[in-house]
């Protein structure tokens, strides 16, 4: 109503007006600052609590009337009330508390600390207290606690605790760890980890969300994150998965010394797992490549830059002329920012002349993109993160999100702790299969079974969204007819998931209110991958949970810019924002915009550039930040792709087992090292922030990029990400409204058009493509199975473990190390005792390609004939035993079902057949 009068309440008799719902110290801080009224138990990313009582306010229902004491964290504002925040009672209620606390506190430590860090002390002096001061006894109890300094990462000395549970509750609320706890009472009263032991001996996940949550420095870590004396902190987003954390990075005489997670962050609320908080000294550590090397006579000779830089251009410019363009290719990195990725697809295309370019974000997520672009017309997430405070249902296939996530993989637990449907499709019992109603425990190789099931079962219970698949859809009837014709009896045979057990998670699905899916390289790593992501976007389709809030196909890509150096055109077949290579429109508009004639036949992708390289027809291969013959399938024929060309080219931070066959290794720079953009999983482009100079010695990979571009007779700027992002909106559709000053401290979601404004929801009314577009697939066993199964019975698949990040180039050269030190292979106790295995033993695990060893660790964790194992350390080498099969569209690699045999070893080494 135009004449409704606004609601209000008063502080010390000034109005305000309310917001619905907020509770007084919101009020208070939205009115009056930050720091309105003195906390000790208040968090920003916490649930009020109550417990400390400093916050503490006086509150009459009329001005100058009888008032009441209430703590103002967790007491709701009433309308017309009067609140009075800094009164006599209430200072001499503070101090008698703080008092009370500083009983049983070091003085030492009181003294040491500084203000600004240790909230105690902060509170303490603003109310006029020191320790002399204090009118009570001494307490006996935390003052004789021993420290814990046990674990790589977290300490703990609980003599400085005052039992304001912000640890505690940290652990409930935002990781859900559950690992700490408050045992004893009075003067005993103490936190507790595990089953009273230490951190290392606990279930700790080490994400430092106590360590960041405690005002005094009981807990804390190994860097002393909120008690160093860092004079800068400098805002950036983390390096490792999908989910974008933001950082603050402390710096001290240009050295990183500590990593926290802001609160304001919209992508991680003061929250980050342990790579992004502890897993930072690999930037610095004695093994980064500190300059230009080259090969000369078999081995590696340091070069200056002008050196590599003529080397290399004298190499591309003879290949280019004897052989042409296309015997040159180059893989960039989804470890590198946008404008990097943009850089180097440039230069293959408008300088060399090709479109042999492509990376690990097309080879991983590849079927994401192809699948949901044919269902969708755009193949990114459709909705947000914090669209899950808005569902009912989650439907996670194929990933771990707490491992590989794990930020959001939290977000998924919590949902599920407190009540939201929650379907897991996944080979193995993983952590948030525990948590959920339906856990469908397939055979490795099924997902198109599995859903095509799925999907009858909602047609058969008359469960469809009619009305949004005649207004929204295209291709419904044919499938529907294809659909039913599915003997559900043979599918469950094939799965090895009960078919009664799918019904229920089907129907479950279906009449939620609100479903989201996502999805990992469980999905995408087979040889069905894009038409298992098809049928996850027909479940959407069906259902009609796509375009609005609470719903929708949800990719988890796996590293920190996977979606963006897609975006970016990195891939053989769409250049930067995704327009097709053929299409002579396309072509026109990338000519005129690069000043050169584009090359217009689609490139090599990277397992053809392999077999190009093999067959002599590819020359020469440069590759930034990949690891390609430790994460590639097929080991073997990786080096020898590698070791058959006349020029490979390995931009780096480290020697690694790729850059070991390298002709030239140039090294590059850390994320903390440069400036640019990611985009992470829900298309949210953010700041990269330079923390540090490069190392010397050392460069920004997009300026090596710009540097050869030049030399090689193409006019580049200097790399400059704020005017590279420009150059990149004026050619990518979806980045036109994206500026480098306006991308703020959360940056924006794509698509971002010419009014700035950033996109939560995409889909909404309609789809790119005209209308969603249904489509069905028989299920067909993998070739692998088929050919190799009866000699390899067992079936292993791959995954990633939470302390590593793929090959673990970076977070073995940090404490992780210490906490996770080898790969193992899950084995179920039936398939164990089938083959004399027992825990610890060490197994020969061969495949048609290879064989290596790997310790046992006996789980239910997979059912029997399933094995599991990780590739995080060079010494196992696991792809040497994984095919060389692709997903039949998108030419992904079928990491996830591996036909092997096994046996009890006597050694550890690996061979290839």
Same mark, same amino acid.
């Given at each position: 109503? &135009?004449?409704?009068?606004?609601?209000?309440?008063?502080?010390?008799?000034?109005?305000?007006?309310?917001?619905?719902?907020?509770?007084?110290?919101?009020?208070?801080?939205?009115?009056?600052?930050?720091?309105?009224?003195?906390?000790?138990?208040?968090?920003?990313?916490?649930?009020?609590?109550?417990?400390?009582?400093?916050?503490?306010?006086?509150?009459?229902?009329?001005?100058?009337?009888?008032?009441?004491?209430?703590?103002?964290?967790?007491?709701?504002?009433?309308?017309?009330?009067?609140?009075?925040?800094?009164? !006599?009672?209430?200072?001499?209620?503070?101090?008698?508390?703080?008092?009370?606390?500083?009983?049983?506190?070091?003085?030492?430590?009181?003294?040491?600390?500084?203000?600004?860090?240790?909230?105690?002390?902060?509170?303490?002096?603003?109310?006029?207290?020191?320790?002399?001061?204090?009118?009570?006894?001494?307490?006996?109890?935390?003052?004789?606690?021993?420290?814990?300094?046990?674990?790589?990462?977290?300490?703990?000395?609980?003599?400085?605790?005052?039992?304001?549970?912000?640890?505690?509750?940290?652990?409930?609320?935002?990781?859900?760890?559950?690992?700490?706890?408050?045992?004893?009472?009075?003067?005993?009263?103490?936190?507790?980890?595990?089953?009273?032991?230490?951190?290392?001996?606990?279930?700790?996940?080490?994400?430092?969300?106590?360590?960041? $949550?405690?005002?005094?420095?009981?807990?804390?870590?190994?860097?002393?994150?909120?008690?160093?004396?860092?004079?800068?902190?400098?805002?950036?987003?983390?390096?490792?998965?999908?989910?974008?954390?933001?950082?603050?990075?402390?710096?001290?005489?240009?050295?990183?010394?500590?990593?926290?997670?802001?609160?304001?962050?919209?992508?991680?609320?003061?929250?980050?797992?342990?790579?992004?908080?502890?897993?930072?000294?690999?930037?610095?550590?004695?093994?980064?490549?500190?300059?230009?090397?080259?090969?000369?006579?078999?081995?590696?000779?340091?070069?200056?830059?002008?050196?590599?830089?003529? +080397?290399?251009?004298?190499?591309?410019?003879?290949?280019?002329?004897?052989?042409?363009?296309?015997?040159?290719?180059?893989?960039?990195?989804?470890?590198?920012?946008?404008?990097?990725? @943009?850089?180097?697809?440039?230069?293959?295309?408008?300088?060399?002349?090709?479109?042999?370019?492509?990376?690990?974000?097309?080879?991983?997520?590849?079927?994401?993109?192809?699948?949901?672009?044919?269902?969708?017309?755009?193949?990114?997430?459709?909705?947000?993160?914090?669209?899950?405070?808005?569902?009912?249902?989650?439907?996670?296939?194929?990933?771990?999100?707490?491992?590989?996530?794990?930020?959001?993989? $939290?977000?998924?637990?919590?949902?599920?702790?407190?009540?939201?449907?929650?379907?897991?499709?996944?080979?193995?019992?993983?952590?948030?299969?525990?948590?959920?109603?339906?856990?469908?425990?397939?055979?490795?190789?099924?997902?198109?079974?599995?859903?095509?099931?799925?999907? +009858?079962?909602?047609?058969?219970?008359?469960?469809?969204?009619?009305?949004?698949? &005649?207004?929204?859809?295209?291709? @419904?009837?044919?499938?529907?007819?294809?659909?039913?014709?599915? !003997?559900?009896?043979?599918?469950?045979?094939?799965?090895?998931?009960?078919?009664?057990?799918?019904?229920?998670?089907?129907?479950?699905?279906?009449?939620?209110?609100? $479903?989201?899916? %996502?999805?990992?390289?469980?999905?995408?790593?087979?040889?069905?991958?894009?038409?298992?992501?098809?049928?996850?976007?027909?479940?959407?389709?069906?259902?009609?949970?796509?375009?609005?809030?609470?719903?929708?196909?949800?990719?988890?890509?796996?590293?920190?810019?996977?979606? =963006?150096?897609?975006?970016?055109?990195?891939?053989?077949?769409?250049?930067?924002?995704?327009?097709?290579?053929?299409?002579?429109?396309?072509?026109?508009?990338?000519?005129?915009?690069?000043?050169?004639?584009?090359?217009?036949?689609?490139?090599?992708?990277?397992?053809?550039?392999?077999?190009?390289?093999?067959? /002599?027809?590819?020359?020469?291969?440069?590759?930034?930040?990949?690891?390609?013959?430790?994460?590639?399938?097929?080991?073997?024929?990786?080096?020898?792709?590698?070791?058959?060309?006349?020029?490979?080219?390995?931009?780096?931070?480290?020697?690694?087992?790729?850059?070991?066959?390298?002709?030239?290794?140039?090294?590059?720079?850390?994320?903390?090292?440069?400036? =640019?953009?990611?985009?992470?999983?829900?298309?949210?482009?953010?700041?990269?922030?330079?923390?540090?100079?490069?190392?010397?010695?050392?460069?920004?990979?997009?300026?090596?990029?710009?540097?050869?571009?030049?030399?090689?007779?193409?006019?580049?700027?200097?790399?400059?990400?704020?005017?590279?992002?420009?150059?990149?909106?004026?050619?990518?559709? %979806?980045?036109?409204?994206?500026?480098?000053?306006?991308?703020?401290?959360?940056?924006?979601?794509?698509?971002?058009?010419?009014?700035?404004?950033?996109?939560?929801?995409?889909?909404?009314?309609?789809?790119?493509?005209?209308?969603?577009?249904?489509? @069905?697939?028989?299920?067909?066993?993998?070739?692998?199975?088929?050919?190799?199964?009866?000699? @390899?019975? +067992?079936?292993?698949?791959?995954?990633?473990?939470?302390?590593?990040?793929?090959?673990?180039?970076?977070?073995?050269?940090?404490?992780?190390?210490?906490?996770?030190?080898?790969?193992?292979?899950?084995?179920?106790?039936?398939?164990?005792?089938?083959?004399?295995?027992?825990? =610890?033993?060490?197994?020969?695990?061969?495949?048609?390609?290879?064989?290596? !060893?790997?310790?046992?660790?006996?789980?239910?964790?997979?059912?029997?004939?399933?094995?599991?194992?990780?590739?995080?350390?060079? &010494?196992?080498?696991?792809?040497?035993?994984?095919?060389?099969?692709?997903?039949?569209?998108?030419?992904?690699?079928?990491?996830?079902?591996?036909?092997?045999?096994?046996?009890?070893?006597? /050694?550890?080494?690996?061979?290839?057949?």
């Amino acid at each position: 109503m &135009e004449n409704e009068q606004p609601t209000l309440a008063y502080i010390n008799n000034e109005p305000f007006e309310l917001e619905k719902g907020e509770t007084i110290l919101n009020f208070l801080r939205r009115n009056m600052g930050e720091e309105p009224v003195p906390t000790l138990c208040d968090a920003p990313n916490l649930k009020p609590f109550g417990s400390c009582r400093v916050c503490s306010v006086e509150v009459a229902l009329q001005q100058d009337g009888p008032t009441k004491v209430l703590a103002s964290c967790h007491t709701p504002v009433m309308k017309d009330s009067y609140i009075y925040t800094h009164t !006599d009672k209430l200072k001499k209620l503070r101090k008698n508390i703080v008092e009370l606390v500083l009983t049983d506190y070091p003085a030492e430590k009181f003294a040491a600390d500084n203000p600004n860090q240790n909230e105690l002390k902060k509170v303490a002096l603003d109310l006029d207290i020191s320790p002399e001061d204090v009118r009570y006894a001494e307490g006996k109890n935390h003052l004789d606690r021993d420290k814990d300094a046990a674990h790589p990462y977290m300490r703990a000395e609980l003599s400085a605790c005052i039992n304001c549970y912000r640890c505690i509750r940290a652990c409930d609320e935002v990781q859900g760890e559950m690992v700490l706890t408050m045992t004893g009472r009075g003067f005993d009263n103490t936190v507790t980890m595990g089953m009273n032991e230490g951190f290392a001996e606990s279930d700790c996940v080490s994400c430092g969300a106590c360590s960041q $949550a405690c005002p005094t420095g009981a807990i804390t870590d190994v860097f002393n994150s909120k008690f160093n004396d860092a004079p800068e902190t400098v805002r950036t987003v983390c390096t490792y998965c999908g989910v974008g954390c933001n950082l603050d990075v402390a710096v001290k005489d240009n050295e990183v010394v500590s990593i926290t997670a802001p609160y304001d962050a919209e992508v991680n609320q003061g929250h980050t797992c342990l790579k992004g908080r502890y897993a930072f000294k690999f930037y610095n550590h004695a093994d980064r490549v500190r300059t230009p090397l080259i090969k000369r006579n078999g081995a590696f000779e340091e070069a200056t830059w002008d050196e590599a830089y003529d +080397y290399i251009v004298n190499k591309f410019n003879q290949i280019k002329a004897e052989d042409g363009p296309d015997a040159i290719a180059g893989i960039s990195s989804a470890r590198c920012t946008n404008e990097e990725n @943009y850089l180097m697809q440039k230069f293959i295309r408008a300088v060399v002349g090709t479109n042999n370019i492509d990376g690990c974000a097309r080879v991983c997520h590849s079927p994401t993109a192809l699948g949901m672009q044919r269902a969708f017309g755009t193949g990114a997430a459709t909705n947000s993160i914090i669209d899950l405070k808005y569902t009912n249902c989650m439907l996670v296939i194929g990933a771990n999100p707490t491992s590989a996530h794990p930020v959001t993989g $939290a977000k998924l637990k919590q949902a599920a702790m407190k009540g939201t449907t929650l379907i897991v499709v996944d080979p193995r019992e993983t952590t948030l299969a525990r948590y959920a109603n339906y856990h469908l425990q397939l055979r490795p190789g099924t997902n198109v079974a599995l859903l095509n099931m799925m999907l +009858y079962y909602i047609i058969e219970e008359g469960l469809e969204a009619k009305a949004f698949i &005649e207004e929204r859809t295209e291709g @419904y009837e044919d499938f529907k007819n294809q659909l039913l014709k599915l !003997d559900v009896n043979e599918m469950e045979r094939v799965t090895g998931v009960k078919k009664e057990l799918v019904r229920e998670a089907a129907i479950a699905y279906a009449k939620a209110g609100n $479903a989201m899916s %996502f999805h990992g390289l469980g999905v995408t790593e087979h040889s069905q991958g894009t038409f298992t992501v098809q049928l996850i976007a027909d479940l959407a389709l069906i259902t009609g949970n796509v375009g609005r809030r609470g719903v929708g196909v949800n990719p988890l890509r796996g590293q920190n810019n996977v979606q =963006g150096a897609a975006d970016m055109g990195v891939q053989p077949h769409q250049g930067a924002g995704y327009l097709d290579v053929t299409n002579p429109e396309m072509q026109n508009r990338y000519t005129d915009f690069y000043r050169v004639e584009v090359p217009k036949k689609v490139g090599y992708k990277i397992p053809e550039m392999f077999d190009a390289a093999i067959a /002599g027809q590819l020359k020469a291969i440069w590759i930034i930040g990949e690891d390609v013959v430790q994460t590639d399938p097929n080991t073997a024929k990786v080096k020898k792709a590698l070791q058959s060309v006349d020029l490979f080219i390995a931009q780096e931070l480290f020697i690694t087992e790729t850059a070991k066959l390298a002709d030239v290794i140039l090294p590059g720079a850390s994320f903390l090292e440069k400036s =640019g953009t990611f985009t992470n999983g829900e298309r949210r482009v953010q700041r990269v922030n330079a923390v540090v100079p490069p190392l010397e010695g050392t460069k920004v990979d997009g300026q090596i990029i710009v540097d050869v571009m030049n030399r090689m007779g193409y006019a580049q700027p200097d790399y400059d990400a704020k005017i590279m992002l420009e150059e990149i909106s004026q050619i990518v559709p %979806f980045f036109k409204g994206i500026k480098w000053d306006e991308l703020g401290i959360n940056g924006k979601q794509w698509p971002v058009l010419e009014d700035g404004k950033s996109t939560e929801i995409i889909h909404e009314g309609g789809f790119k493509r005209g209308k969603g577009k249904f489509a @069905y697939f028989d299920w067909k066993e993998t070739e692998e199975i088929k050919i190799n199964g009866k000699e @390899y019975p +067992y079936i292993i698949t791959t995954n990633r473990e939470l302390e590593h990040y793929n090959c673990g180039t970076m977070t073995r050269r940090t404490g992780n190390v210490d906490i996770l030190t080898e790969d193992v292979l899950l084995i179920n106790p039936e398939d164990a005792a089938d083959n004399n295995i027992k825990d =610890g033993d060490m197994v020969c695990v061969s495949s048609a390609r290879g064989k290596v !060893d790997i310790k046992a660790k006996i789980s239910v964790e997979v059912k029997p004939g399933v094995m599991s194992t990780t590739f995080h350390f060079p &010494e196992i080498m696991v792809n040497l035993i994984t095919s060389d099969v692709y997903d039949s569209e998108a030419k992904c690699p079928e990491y996830k079902v591996v036909a092997v045999n096994i046996r009890k070893s006597k /050694g550890k080494y690996a061979v290839v057949n």
